[in-house]
Each structure stands twice: as structure tokens, then as C-alpha cells.
């Protein structure tokens, strides 16, 4: 590359990569502040320095980030210490983009697939009832095939478009290894038996009440896990490109927005055209 490509590349630049492991606040230069990884005292350093001791960038040793469960031994207690690991903010799990442990692409995938699984199968009752209440089971429960589609694609979506969002992010050798944590995203799916226990709460609704069920009850469920899934995404494209924190939920969340408003449509109207399909082919 000519270095008026190399200019031309940097010039179209969107966000700029960050070179070492990133850090959540700014210590005051006067305090004593000691490394973290060999006890070294940082104290009258930049925050941004390298330790003159060990080298370590602010203090923080990347090997120390606590490995992923799921990643070293994929059991039952290690997925859900996984999901946890996500579900809290997902910093150790963002740490993981500077460690040196090898993460399996098999072993993400596979814990992706679980969670799309159980949230299909949680969230589809939640339509099937809602169509009910609008043209009568037998009707609703015609259209169960193609809304069991409509929700797969809907988790699917959800738990592909961080990996796609951080593609093109950072430097390539930890970029490559966000787009494998950005499979453990998915643990948010984990909150969708919830929307059962919603639908299981003994209320007696009309076609004009079913509605309002949905949005005050459903919706806020599924804005909250799009929150948990933007807090994780925003740690990881938080290590990868030099920019403050509340900038890189903001831009996560922001992005998480306008492509919900496409994605939503399998979950509102092409459930809805289904329903009006079956009272028709039934004369209702």
C-alpha cells in the first residue's frame, strides 16, 4: 500500500482502534495507584501510561480477566456462568478481546444456538395468544408454523447484528475476536420465559385490552433485554475503538434501534397478516 492509500484509508476512518486493553475510569495522576499486575506504584502516571515496571497498559493485566465458562468447559453450571458473565454488563467478557486464551468458534456457536432455542420457544406463545384474542385459537393456532418462524428469525436477528456491527471495528487480530464474543450475546434470550409467566398472569381481556396487554407488559420485556444485549455489545466496541464509554452504548443502542424497527416487522406484521389469512380461510 502507497502512503497516499494508507492516508486515504485513515481519512475514511469511522473509529479509530485502540492499541491495548481500555479502562472504565480516569485515576487522579496524585494518588497511589499500583499495578494491578505486578504492584508497581503508577502514582504522578497518565492513566494512559504503560507501567515502567511490567509493561502492563493502566495497570490492567489482560490475562487476569476472568476466562469464559462455556469456552473452557461447556456444562450445564458453565453456561449459565456465562450467561451471567453477560447478563452484569459484560466486562470480563469484553476483556477477553486482549487475552491470549483460545476462544473456540464451535463452543460460541453452539451457546448461541441454545438461547435462540429457549427464546423461540418462550417468546411464540406470547404471539399465538395475542392473535387469539383477536380472531379465536382455532384460527391462532393455524398460523403457529409460520409464527414459530417469525420469532426464530426475530432471535436470530438479534443475536447475529452485534457480531455484523463489530466486523469492521478496531484492529483486525481483536476484531476477529469480538465477532466470536459477540455469539455470547445471546444470554439476554435467557429472560424470555419470562413473557410466560407474563401470559400466565390470570387477567380476562377483550380484543381491545389484548393490545394494551402487549405493549405494557411484552414490549418493555423485550426493550430490556435489548438493553442487556446493548450494554455487552458497547463493552466490546468499547475495547476495540478509542472513544468514551457512554458514546459506545449510545452508538450501540442507536444502531440497535433503527434496525429493530425492520426486524419488528416479523414480529407485528407479518403475524398480523397471518391471523387475518386464517379468519378468512375459516369465514370468520
Not at 19 to 44: H, K, T, V
Not at 125 to 147: E, M, S, T, Y
Not at 174 to 197: D, E, G, I, N
Amino acid at each position: 500500500m502507497t502512503q497516499h492509500q494508507a492516508n486515504l484509508a485513515n481519512d475514511r476512518r469511522t473509529f479509530w482502534p485502540r492499541s491495548g486493553p481500555a479502562i472504565s475510569f480516569a485515576p487522579d495522576l496524585g494518588d497511589d495507584r499500583p499495578c494491578e499486575n505486578c504492584g508497581y506504584n503508577l502514582r504522578g502516571l497518565h492513566f494512559s501510561s504503560a507501567c515502567p515496571e511490567c509493561g502492563a497498559m493502566w495497570g490492567i493485566n489482560a490475562a487476569d480477566a476472568e476466562p469464559i465458562a462455556w469456552n473452557e468447559d461447556a456444562t450445564v453450571g458453565s453456561f449459565f456462568s456465562t450467561a451471567m458473565m453477560v447478563l452484569t454488563g459484560g466486562r470480563d467478557l469484553a476483556a477477553q478481546v486482549w487475552t491470549r486464551d483460545t476462544l473456540w468458534l464451535g463452543l460460541a456457536k453452539r451457546f448461541r444456538r441454545i438461547n435462540v432455542t429457549v427464546g423461540t420457544i418462550a417468546l411464540t406463545p406470547v404471539i399465538v395468544a395475542v392473535q387469539a384474542a383477536f380472531i379465536g385459537w382455532n384460527a391462532a393456532l393455524l398460523c403457529v408454523p409460520l409464527d414459530v418462524l417469525c420469532v426464530l428469525w426475530w432471535n436470530i436477528w438479534l443475536t447475529a447484528q452485534p457480531a455484523m456491527f463489530l466486523k469492521d471495528k478496531g484492529s483486525p487480530t481483536p476484531s476477529k475476536r469480538a465477532a466470536v464474543l459477540a455469539s455470547y450475546l445471546s444470554a439476554a434470550l435467557l429472560l424470555s420465559p419470562l413473557h410466560l409467566l407474563i401470559l400466565a398472569i390470570p387477567l380476562r381481556f377483550s380484543d381491545a385490552d389484548a393490545v394494551n396487554l402487549t405493549i405494557t407488559l411484552h414490549l418493555p420485556l423485550l426493550f430490556i433485554q435489548m438493553l442487556i444485549v446493548c450494554a455487552a455489545e458497547s463493552a466490546l466496541f468499547w475495547q476495540l475503538v478509542d472513544l468514551p464509554r457512554g458514546v459506545a452504548f449510545v452508538t450501540t443502542l442507536l444502531a440497535k434501534l433503527i434496525h429493530s424497527f425492520y426486524a419488528a416487522a416479523c414480529l407485528v406484521a407479518v403475524p398480523a397478516i397471518a391471523a387475518n389469512m386464517a379468519r378468512s380461510a375459516l369465514g370468520g
